[in-house]
């Protein structure tokens, strides 16, 4: 029986960002350095590099080599290739609504986070790509609205996501740093519980949360 296979271009990000979602693929070669992150939510559906696996929700940095055994990944193309131009940051907040006008939440109200459109893919996963300014916190939440499973991805520059016992500074009691190709570990318990947590920017970044629909 025959497996559908294919490469469908995102442009939810463009023109700042070229990004492509990969199913069923055998076999994918990427010539630029590019950041490939596994969307796969099945525990035993590994990507692989080579013979070395990227874990389901984990990604990697690549260049000049093929993924291959793919069942979902998404692939950020020559990711870097901006970035020494003056003008980037400027371009992505000017295209980029404030994350506060999107939400309404009162925790955003204020902080210079910038977010582009959201798209689904694979059927259940959402994800959009946010612009965080330096040292900027997203604000301390445990509930998500609607109820969903997520993970952040790191795609530029540098942050780091927290934890904390109760809503408030003074509680903070982990913390796990962010780097192009990185997804933290789930924060998420079986049962959907969270801790309360935020991201936190260290430099420029842009980073891309992924929501999955339980």
Sequence with gaps: MAI???ITKLDFAAPFFKVEYLENEEKYFNKGKSLVFNFSIAED????????PIYPLKGTIVENVAITQVKHALVVKNYDRDTDKPEFW???????PTLFSISGFERHKGIPYYKSPQVTVGG????????????SPSGRHQIHVPDFDEVHAQILGF????K???NDDATFYQEVIMAPGIVHDKFYDKTGYYPWHQYHSITDCIYMPIEIDR
Excluded: D
Aim: charged residues 20%; proline residues 3%.
């Design 4 to 6: 559908n296979m294919s």
């Design 45 to 52: 559906e590994y990507i692989f590099v080579k013979t070395i």
């Design 90 to 96: 400027a371009s992505i907040k000017a295209a980029w």
């Design 124 to 135: 259940n996963r959402r994800i959009n790509f946010c612009y965080a300014e330096p040292m």
């Design 159 to 162: 942050g780091k996501m927290q």
């Design 164 to 166: 904390f016992t109760e």
